[in-house]
């Protein structure tokens, strides 16, 4: 198990794993081992709340696949185990960004002193512009 927050936790077993040969470092090995991990999770599919899903498959829908998979991968290390760590790690990070409910916003009304800096900065524009008005000379 997997946990991403105190409500969300994966099943290993849901989490399905490809391995690829990457491009970039790996000296005379780059084209005999297949480092880069591809991470592939179905999040219709998954054994996680029903209220939850819903609420992820509408945050993360520019993410999602066709058939309700959300894809990382990594090629940042030689090593396959380094690169699988690290896609786990993305899948957490995004799952715990898309997770968070944000608290709500309190109404609050203006303090006194905001209301006196409001009104002061106004007479001030007030001055100003009656300064600038040309009288005629009669």
Known sequence: MIQINNSLYIDETELEFSFVKASGSGGQKVNKTSSQVQLRWNL????????????????????????????????????????????????????????????????????????????KNKKIKSETKKLRQKKPDY
């Not at 990382?72 to 957490?92: G, P, T, V, W």
């Open 44 to 119: 219709k599919e998954s054994a996680i709340n029903e209220n939850l899903k819903l609420m992820l498959m509408e945050k993360l829908s520019n993410k999602l696949t066709n058939t309700g998979d959300l894809i990382f991968s990594s090629e940042l290390a030689r090593s396959q185990h380094q690169n699988k760590q690290d896609c786990i790690s993305k899948l957490i990070d995004c799952l715990k960004k898309a997770s968070h409910v944000p608290k709500p916003r309190k109404k609050t009304n203006p303090t006194r002193a905001s209301k006196e800096r409001r009104l």
